[in-house]
C-alpha cells in the first residue's frame, strides 16, 4: 500500500522524508509528494511528482532546495482516481492551512463529500484523501483545535486509515492518527518521526511507540503525546526494534508471500468496504447500473493462471445465485477461438495487473464484438482498468511476491459482491437475505485470521512433504476450483508436480499415477457433495496415497478417511474458496520454504505477463 513518513526535529525535514520513503519503494507506488514547512517563516511548501521517486528527488535537488524542519511525505498506490500529480499526496484544505497524507480507505468518503460540497467545500482531486483533509479543516474551523477537529474527523470516517498532519496556523507540531493501517512513531537524538512501516524510519532510530486504533499522536521535536478519542492523554512504552534493514521491509516477515498472505484480512476487509453501502452491494460509483445489470442473459469470465481460477469458482457462485448461464475461459484461448458471444451479455476480464498481454487482447476482442467488458483489477490506471466499460477495482494493495494471494483473494470478493448484486437485480435474492450475506462476508476478515493464526500445523506437515515428488488436489464443484488454485500455488513455488482434478474425473485415468505415499489433498467444503468426494478419497488411499483432508470444523468424521485433517471455519458455501485456500497457500509456501527455494520469485515466472 502507500507509505508515510513524517519528521519534525532539528535537522532538514525534506531529505529525512525523501530517504524514509524510498525505503518505503518496495510497497509499490505510482506518486509521491512531501510538505514541508520552515518554522522560521511559517511558508508550507507542497511538491509532488507522478512516477519515480527519483523524479521527486530530482524536482527537490535530494530534498535540499524545501526548507524547514518538519513535514509529511508519502508514496501513493492509487485507489481512488488515477496515477497524477493531481491525486498524489500530500492534500491539503482550500487554504492551505490544513495539509494530510494518508494510507487506507475511506468507506463513506462519496457519502462525507456530499456532506461538505453542500457546507460550500469543493474538491480538486478524485481522491478519498481530499475528502479527510477537508472534514479535518471543516471541524478545524469549528473548534480552533488541531487535536478536537482531527478526533471528531475519525469519528466520522468509516474505513481504515492512518494519517499524518500538520496545520500551518500551529507550528512545531505534525500530528498522526490511526484506525486499521499501521503507523508507528519514532524518537531520534534531533528530532521525532512517523512512519507507516518500520523501513521508514529505521536510519533516524530504532526508539518506537506502537499508536493503536482511534488514538491521535502530537510530535514536536523533543516530545511525543498520544491521545485517545475523548482527548485524555495516554502514557506509552518505547520499544526498541531489533529487526535487520531487510526484514524490516518485509515488515518482519520472512518473504513478501508470507507478508501478502498474513494482509488478507485486511485485503478482503477493503474491498467489501469498497462496494458495500448500508447493507447492501453499491455498484454506482463504477457506473454499473442496476438497468445494465437487468438485461444480462449470459456472462463470459476471462483471465490467465490465478484469475481464471477466480472465474471458476465465480462461475459456481452466479449460475447458483443468479441462473444467468456462466463461460469461463483462459484468455490465451479466448482471445483464438473466435468465441461466440451472445447479445445481452457481459465480458468479466479478472486481472491483478491490468496488463496481462492475452487477457488485454481477450478485453479488445469483446469490444470489437461490441459487447461490455467489466474489469476486475487491482492496478489503478493500468490498461484493462482503462480500457473496461466499468471496471470494479479490488483492494489488495500492491503484491509484490509473484504467486498471488491477497490478489486472488480480493478478486474473489469482487465476483461474490457482483453475483450478489446481479442475483438481487433479477430478484433472486431479497434484501433480508443480501443483509445476511453481506454479515457473513463481513465476517471472513476475522475467520481468515484464525486460519493464519494456526498456521504452525500447516508448517509442520510441509516440511514432512517437501521431498515429494507428485501431489494431487481433488475436489467437486467450487472444491475443484479451490483444488486448481491450491495446486498452482504448490507447483509455482516448490517445484513439487501437481495436478488439480474434479473429483469424479480421476477413476478415469489419472488414478493409475497413485502410489504408495503420493500426497493427495482432498477437499470438502460444499455438504452437498462431502460424501461423494469421501468415496473419492477412499479409492485414492486404497491405492497407497497418503491423505490431507481440508474440510468445514465440524465435519470430524473426515478423520476415518484422511491421515492428516485441517479444518476451516464455516461460512456461507458460496464463500468457501475464501477461507479454504488459505490452508492451501501456506502449504505451498512452507513447502518452499523447507525446500531453500526463492519463494518471492520463482524459476522461469514474472509477476506481469505482457508478453503473450
Ligand atoms: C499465480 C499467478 C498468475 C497470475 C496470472 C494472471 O500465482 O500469480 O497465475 O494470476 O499471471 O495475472 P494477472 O492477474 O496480473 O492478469
Known amino acids: 500500500m502507500c507509505g508515510i513518513v513524517g519528521y519534525i526535529g532539528e535537522q532538514q525535514a525534506a531529505p529525512i522524508l525523501l530517504a524514509g520513503l524510498s525505503k518505503l519503494e518496495y510497497r509499490g507506488y505510482d506518486s509521491a509528494g512531501i510538505c514541508v514547512r520552515d518554522e522560521s517563516t511559517g511558508n508550507v511548501e507542497v511538491v509532488k511528482a507522478k512516477g519515480r521517486l527519483r523524479t521527486l528527488i530530482e524536482k527537490t535537488d535530494d530534498g535540499h532546495s524545501v526548507i524547514g524542519t518538519s513535514g509529511i511525505g508519502h508514496t501513493r498506490w492509487a485507489t481512488h482516481g488515477e496515477p497524477s500529480e493531481n491525486n498524489a499526496h500530500p492534500h491539503c484544505s482550500d487554504d492551505k492551512n490544513v495539509v494530510l497524507v494518508h494510507n487506507g480507505i475511506i468507506e463513506n468518503f462519496q457519502e462525507l463529500k456530499e456532506k461538505l460540497v453542500k457546507r460550500g467545500y469543493t474538491f480538486y482531486s478524485e481522491t478519498d484523501t481530499e475528502v479527510a483533509v477537508k472534514l479535518i479543516d471543516y471541524y478545524y474551523k469549528k473548534t480552533e483545535s488541531p487535536l478536537t477537529s482531527i478526533a471528531t474527523a475519525m469519528l466520522h470516517i468509516r474505513g481504515s486509515y492512518a494519517f499524518g498532519v500538520m496545520f500551518k496556523d500551529c507550528p512545531n507540531k505534525i500530528f498522526a492518527a490511526r484506525k486499521d493501517s499501521p503507523l508507528i512513531i519514532g524518537k531520534s537524538e534531533h528530532g521525532t518521526l512517523i512512519g507507516s512501516d518500520v523501513p521508514a524510519i529505521l536510519d533516524q532510530t530504532r526508539n518506537v511507540y506502537y499508536i493503536d486504533n482511534m488514538e491521535i499522536a502530537e510530535l514536536t521535536k523533543d516530545e511525543i503525546h498520544f491521545f485517545n478519542m475523548d482527548e485524555d492523554e495516554i502514557e506509552k512504552e518505547v520499544v526498541q526494534i531489533k529487526w535487520d534493514a531487510e526484514a524490516a521491509e518485509k515488515g518482519g516477515y520472512e518473504h513478501f508471500m508470507l507478508k501478502e498472505i498474513h494482509e488478507q484480512p485486511r485485503a478482503v476487509q477493503?474491498?467489501?468496504?469498497?462496494?458495500?453501502?448500508?447493507?447492501?452491494?453499491?455498484?454506482?460509483?463504477?457506473?454499473?447500473?442496476?438497468?445494465?445489470?437487468?438485461?444480462?442473459?449470459?456472462?463470459?469470465?476471462?483471465?490467465?493462471?490465478?484469475?481464471?481460477?477466480?472465474?471458476?469458482?465465480?462461475?459456481?457462485?452466479?449460475?447458483?445465485?443468479?441462473?444467468?448461464?456462466?463461460?469461463?475461459?483462459?484468455?490465451?484461448?479466448?482471445?483464438?477461438?473466435?468465441?461466440?458471444?451472445?447479445?445481452?451479455?457481459?465480458?468479466?476480464?479478472?486481472?491483478?495487473?491490468?496488463?496481462?498481454?492475452?487477457?488485454?487482447?481477450?478485453?479488445?476482442?469483446?469490444?470489437?464484438?461490441?459487447?461490455?467488458?467489466?474489469?476486475?483489477?487491482?492496478?489503478?490506471?493500468?490498461?484493462i482498468a482503462r480500457e473496461s466499460d466499468h471496471t470494479l477495482y479490488t483492494y489488495a494493495g500492491p503484491e509484490i511476491s509473484v504467486a498471488t494471494t491477497k490478489a486472488y483473494s480480493t478478486q474473489l470478493i469482487a465476483m461474490y459482491l457482483f453475483a450478489m448484486r446481479l442475483a438481487q437485480v433479477k430478484g433472486l435474492l431479497s434484501e433480508e437475505d443480501c443483509a445476511k450475506m453481506i454479515a457473513e462476508l463481513n465476517e471472513l476478515p476475522a475467520k481468515i485470521q484464525k486460519i493464519l493464526d494456526d498456521k504452525e500445523r500447516i508448517q509442520w506437515f510441509a516440511s514432512k512433504y517437501a521431498n515429494a515428488k507428485d501431489m494431487f488436489f481433488l475436489g467437486r464443484g467450487l472444491d475443484y476450483a479451490i483444488s486448481l488454485e491450491g495446486s498452482l500455488k504448490m507447483k509455482e513455488i516448490s517445484y513439487i508436480h501437481s495436478e488439480a482434478y474434479a473429483a469424479g474425473e480421476l477413476k478415469h485415468g489419472t488414478i493409475s499415477l497413485i502410489e504408495d505415499n503420493t500426497l493427495v489433498v482432498g477437499v470438502l467444503t460444499q455438504s452437498n457433495l462431502y460424501e461423494k468426494t469421501i468415496s473419492n478419497m477412499v479409492e485414492v488411499k486404497s491405492r497407497g496415497a497418503y491423505l490431507m483432508g481440508l474440510t468445514t470444523y465440524g465435519n470430524y468424521g473426515i478423520e476415518d478417511t484422511a491421515d492428516f485433517s485441517v479444518y476451516v471455519p464455516k461460512t456461507d458455501p458460496h464463500f468457501a474458496t475464501s477461507l479454504a485456500i488459505i490452508p492451501l497457500q501456506l502449504l505451498g509456501y512452507y513447502v518452499s520454504v523447507a525446500k531453500g527455494l526463492d519463494v518471492d520469485k520463482p524459476r522461469n515466472l514474472a509477476k506481469s505477463v505482457t508478453v503473450e
Do not use: W
Not at 474491498?271 to 463470459?300: M, P, Q
Not at 443468479?322 to 484468455?331: F, G, M, N, R
Not at 457481459?346 to 467488458?373: F, H, M, N, P, Y
Open 270 to 383: 477493503d474491498t467489501i468496504g469498497a462496494y458495500v453501502k448500508d447493507n447492501a452491494v453499491d455498484f454506482s460509483e463504477i457506473g454499473l447500473k442496476d438497468e445494465e445489470l437487468a438485461n444480462i442473459e449470459r456472462v463470459y469470465i476471462v483471465g490467465c493462471g490465478s484469475a481464471y481460477h477466480v472465474a471458476m469458482a465465480a462461475k459456481y457462485v452466479l449460475e447458483d445465485m443468479t441462473q444467468v448461464p456462466v463461460e469461463i475461459d483462459i484468455a490465451s484461448e479466448f482471445r483464438y477461438r473466435n468465441p461466440i458471444l451472445v447479445k445481452n451479455s457481459l465480458v468479466v476480464i479478472i486481472s491483478q495487473s491490468g496488463e496481462t498481454a492475452d487477457s488485454l487482447a481477450a478485453l479488445r476482442l469483446a469490444k470489437e464484438k461490441g459487447v461490455a467488458v467489466l474489469g476486475v483489477v487491482n492496478v489503478v490506471g493500468s490498461s
